[in-house]
Structure formats: C-alpha cells, structure tokens
C-alpha cells in the first residue's frame, strides 16, 4: 500500500530555474496539502486542495503554483527558483470523513543555489 | 508570536524514565488538537488526538487544558524507539481543515 508518494525525492536547482513536484496518493482522499518544513519552524502550508480541480492559497503561496487535475495527484510548480525556496517539502493527504487526520509524503530536499 | 508554541529541547532522558511536553496555543477558536511524531528525515505521523478529558494510549497520555490553552504530552517508560521530535498540532474551527504545527520538541532516549 503506497499511500502518499513524493517524487522527486532530492533535488538541487539554481536561482532561476523552474521544476514541478509531483504528489500522488491512492487512498482516494479529496484533501491534499503541500507545506515546507524549515529549521526551527512548523510546518508551514503553501497551497491546498478540497478536491479534484479546486485550489487554494495557504500561509505562505507566493513563488509556488498548484494543480490538482486528477484527484489522486496534487502538483506543485517553482516557475523561478530562489534561495529562501530551500527547504523540505512535504506533501498531505485526508479523507473527507476523517479530515483531522493527514497522511504525509516521505518529503523532498530542495536545494536552490 | 507563534500560533502553537513548543521547548525545542531537546531532552536527553534515560531508558526507562518518564517525559514530559508542554505546548501552548494562541487561538482560543482551536478545536481539535494532536500529537504528531517525526523521526528524524522523515515524514509526521499522527500519535494520538488529544481529548479534553484526558486519553492514553500504552504509555503515552495527552491532556488538554482549554482554559489555559495549554496541551501536554507524558512517555513512561521511555524506549529508544521513543527517540523523535513530537509535533503539537491544533486545528482551527471552520474552514477547509487547516493545521497548524509547532516546530517540535526534540527527545533523545539513551541506554
């Protein structure tokens, strides 16, 4: 049972440069969630989604964009990479009739240089 | 100030000791609360809700204290096993579901 899968798993970009991370979950759950996990801070949300085709800005959206076009997948896109956009992303999902519950992704390492 | 603030730790205890968290929030229109688990590069996993009566779950006991926004966590018989940041975590009312997480609390069990 694969549950939330994050690829990449590592990735080091320069200053500029765009890339996609991909999140996918086969447990049929409407709710995912992308967050950034930085040293000496909570997990900080960047965009949700309350189902497929819906999407919606969280705590800190600005340099990341999303899509949700099947439900089982939730994308989030860098179009311009910067420094400050290091950090480890994680990736969530919940079900609509345990929406407390998220079930996370193993994460990305994201260098930008 | 930090919506869901957390020691960062970390505590170092024994095998076989008792340890304590403590968590405090700042929005009285939180409903739900939690206890997440992260081990070290990996991903949260939820341990146990937290219930304002009090729950346990084997050696682990959480309290809710809404009156004081005040959200604690107790490890009995700590095991290495046991070796791993513990995230607070508080959900607001209405909305889509958002959480909010503390930064964590760092615990290192040692033999």
């Known amino acids: 049972n694969a549950g939330v899968t994050q690829t990449p798993k590592f990735r080091v970009l320069k200053t500029g440069q765009s890339m996609t991370l991909l999140c996918a979950q086969d447990?049929?759950?409407?709710?995912m969630y992308w967050y950034r996990q930085d040293p000496g801070m909570g997990l900080r949300l960047i965009h949700y989604?309350?189902?497929?085709?819906?999407?919606a800005k969280g705590e800190v959206p600005d340099g990341y964009n999303v899509s949700r076009l099947k439900k089982q997948n939730f994308l989030l896109g860098l179009e311009s990479a910067a420094p400050s956009q290091t950090s480890v992303y994680f990736c969530?999902?919940?079900?609509?009739?345990?929406?407390?519950?998220?079930?996370f992704g193993a994460g990305t390492r994201l260098s930008v240089l | 100030r930090k919506e869901v603030e957390q020691d960062p730790g970390p505590f170092n205890v024994p095998e076989g000791a008792t340890v304590a968290f403590n968590c405090t929030y700042s929005?009285?229109?939180?409903?739900?609360f939690f206890w997440y688990r992260q081990d070290c590069r990996k991903e949260p996993k939820l341990l146990m809700s937290v219930y304002s009566s009090g729950n346990e779950d084997g050696r682990f006991t959480a309290q809710l204290n809404r009156a004081s926004q005040y959200i604690s966590l107790l490890i009995r018989d700590s095991k290495l096993s046991d070796s791993a940041t513990y995230l607070c975590v508080v959900r607001l009312s209405g909305g889509y579901n958002k959480l909010i997480f503390g930064a964590g609390t760092r615990l290192a069990v040692h033999p």
């Open positions: 969530a999902s919940s079900p609509e009739e345990a929406k407390n519950i998220q079930y």
């Open positions: 929005n009285s229109a939180s409903q739900s």
């Open positions: 447990m049929n759950h409407e709710y």
């Open positions: 989604s309350v189902g497929e085709g819906t999407t």
